[in-house]
């Protein structure tokens, strides 16, 4: 493993992009972003699914129900992504 290879510390991003994952794949990197996202105290951010079938964001947004880190959530306006995405507001640590 070189030098280029490891993790760098940088700010966390207010949105994550999902598209052309499975929903396995989706999920772990939601999983992981949403701590990231918590820990660096961002009170909002925006998971980018696409529209593609729903069953990446309906996955989505299921998770998004049960996790403990989420105030809630709802679907972004036309000019947040519309059906392509979903805003989620952070729980306050």
Not at 31 to 37: C, E, F, P
Not at 75 to 85: K, N, V
Request: net charge negative; with cysteine; hydrophobic share 40%.
């Amino acid at each position: 493993m070189s030098s280029h290879d490891l993790p760098t510390e940088e700010p966390c991003s207010r949105e994550i992009h999902l598209r052309r994952l499975t929903v396995d794949e989706a999920l772990f990197r939601l999983d992981r972003y949403l701590n990231a996202a918590f820990i660096a105290g961002l009170p909002w951010v925006r998971v980018i699914h696409g529209k593609g079938t729903g069953t990446l964001r309906q996955a989505v947004r299921e998770e998004l129900e049960n996790s403990p880190l989420v105030k809630s959530f709802r679907p972004a306006e036309l000019g947040e992504g519309g059906a392509g995405a979903t805003m989620v507001e952070l729980a306050n640590q």
